[in-house]
C-alpha cells in the first residue's frame, strides 16, 4: 500500500483560499489516478477532484468548479487541492486517495470512493467567519 500524508488544512473566513498538500511514500505511475474526497459530520465522503497521471486530465465537482485546482509535482511526489472562494459548505475533513490496485484496469468513475484503495488520514478545513 501507498502511504499518503495530507498537510495544509486550516480555519479560514469565507473567500480565502488554501491548499492542500498529500505527499505520497511511492511514485505514482502514468497508469494511476489521485484524488481529493471530503466528508462533512453526517455526510457521506464525496469526490471533490481527481487527476489521471498519464495525461493529466482533471475532473472536479459541480460545487467546486472554477473554484479548486488538482495539481501533481513529480518531483516532490505530492498531490495539491488549490483552493480559492472557500465557502461555508466547503467545511470538511479532505482526504487525499490514489488507485494503485493490481492489476491496473480502467477507472470509469473518478470521483466515485469505490475506484481508490490508498487513503490518507485526512486534513480538516473549516470556512467560517
Known amino acids: 500500500l501507498v502511504q499518503l500524508v495530507e498537510s495544509g488544512g486550516g480555519s479560514v473566513e469565507p473567500g480565502g483560499s488554501l491548499t492542500l498538500a498529500c505527499a505520497e511514500s511511492?511514485?505514482?505511475?502514468?497508469?494511476?489516478?489521485m484524488a481529493w474526497f471530503r466528508q462533512a459530520p453526517g455526510k457521506e465522503r464525496e469526490g471533490v477532484a481527481s487527476l489521471g497521471m498519464g495525461h493529466r486530465e482533471a475532473e472536479y465537482a459541480d460545487s467546486v468548479k472554477g473554484r479548486f485546482t488538482i495539481s501533481h509535482d513529480d518531483a516532490k511526489m505530492t498531490l495539491y487541492l488549490q483552493m480559492n472562494s472557500l465557502k461555508p459548505e466547503d467545511t470538511a475533513m479532505y482526504y487525499c486517495?490514489?488507485?494503485?490496485?493490481?492489476?491496473?484496469?480502467?477507472?470509469?468513475?473518478?470521483?466515485?470512493?469505490?475506484?481508490?484503495?490508498?487513503w490518507g488520514q485526512g486534513t480538516q478545513v473549516t470556512v467560517s467567519s
Open positions: 486517495a490514489a488507485d494503485t490496485r493490481q492489476p491496473r484496469r480502467p477507472v470509469l468513475e473518478p470521483l466515485s470512493v469505490d475506484e481508490y484503495n490508498d
Open positions: 511511492e511514485y505514482m505511475y502514468v497508469t494511476y489516478w
